[in-house]
C-alpha cells in the first residue's frame, strides 16, 4: 500500500454528497455518509459518466449520465452485477481526508 494522499478537507464534503477530486492523474469520487468517508473510482462503467457529480441515496449513487447505480462503500454495481469499481482506502488525518491508492 502507498502513503496516503491528501486529497481535500473534511468540510469539503457535505453529508450525503460527494465531490471528485484528482489524484496523481487518478479521477475519483469521494462521499460522506453520515462522517464517514468512502472513494471510488470516478468514472461509471457504462459509459464513463462522473459519479462524484451523481446524487446519493443512502449508501448508493446514481451516475447522472444514464442512471447506473454503485455502492459506495462497496464498489458493486447495482445495475449490473457483472461489473464493479475500484474502492480505495480513507483516513481522517484531523480534517483532512487522504487516499491511499
Request: overall charge negative; some cysteine.
Amino acid at each position: 500500500m502507498s502513503e496516503p494522499v491528501p486529497v481535500a478537507n473534511a468540510d469539503d464534503v457535505d453529508p450525503g454528497t460527494g465531490i471528485v477530486v484528482d489524484v496523481n492523474g487518478t479521477s475519483l469520487a469521494i462521499f460522506n455518509i453520515e462522517g464517514s468517508f468512502y472513494a471510488i473510482d470516478n468514472t461509471c462503467k457504462h459509459r464513463g459518466g462522473p459519479l462524484g457529480e451523481g446524487d446519493l441515496d443512502g449508501e448508493l449513487v446514481t451516475c447522472p449520465w444514464h442512471g447506473w447505480e454503485y455502492n459506495v462503500k462497496t464498489g458493486a454495481c447495482i445495475t449490473n452485477p457483472s461489473t464493479c469499481l475500484k474502492t480505495y482506502p480513507i483516513v481522517l488525518d484531523g480534517k483532512k481526508l487522504k487516499v491511499e491508492l
